[in-house]
């Protein structure tokens, strides 16, 4: 099992590893051929609504995060691609998000990881 590292799409560090962004929108201001990705997987994002209702505000994450887990739990097809991506070795998950502590990437993040140590 290799990593899974998340990164703002708009720092400028290299990026490595099998690539995904995690949005469910395209980054503003980013364009289709600046982002080397091996995939957009808008189908692990947060549900409109759900993303909606949380708006950033990190009082709402704890509760955000348990809503997005149980989504994620729901989207078995969306999610097995990053999780056999990190099978394989280090995979980087793209997010747009300002707040690099209160966002969906985080939560993806850490529910992969406990996937796939639930899966060995």
Same mark, same amino acid.
């Given at each position: 099992m290799?990593?899974i %590292?998340?990164? @703002?799409?708009?720092?400028?560090?290299? %990026?490595?590893?099998?690539?995904?962004?995690?949005?469910?929108?395209?980054? @503003?201001?980013?364009?289709?051929?600046?982002?080397?990705? &091996?995939?957009?997987?808008? &189908?692990v994002?947060?549900?409109? $609504?759900?993303?909606?209702?949380?708006?950033?505000?990190?009082? !709402?994450? $704890?509760?955000?995060?348990?809503?997005?887990?149980?989504?994620?739990?729901?989207?078995?097809?969306?999610? @097995?691609?990053?999780?056999?991506?990190? !099978?394989?070795?280090? %995979?980087?998950?793209?997010?747009?998000?300002k707040? #690099?502590?209160?966002?969906?990437?985080?939560?993806?993040? &850490?529910?992969? $990881?406990?996937?796939?140590?639930?899966? #060995?």
């Amino acid at each position: 099992m290799g990593p899974i %590292v998340i990164q @703002r799409v708009y720092d400028k560090e290299p %990026v490595r590893g099998t690539v995904f962004l995690v949005d469910r929108m395209w980054p @503003r201001g980013i364009r289709k051929d600046d982002l080397r990705l &091996d995939g957009w997987a808008r &189908d692990v994002a947060p549900s409109s $609504e759900l993303r909606l209702w949380f708006g950033h505000r990190p009082e !709402r994450f $704890e509760a955000f995060a348990e809503r997005y887990r149980a989504e994620l739990a729901d989207r078995p097809e969306a999610v @097995r691609p990053l999780l056999d991506a990190a !099978r394989k070795g280090r %995979v980087t998950l793209l997010y747009g998000a300002k707040d #690099t502590e209160h966002n969906q990437a985080v939560v993806l993040r &850490d529910w992969l $990881e406990e996937q796939a140590a639930h899966a #060995t």
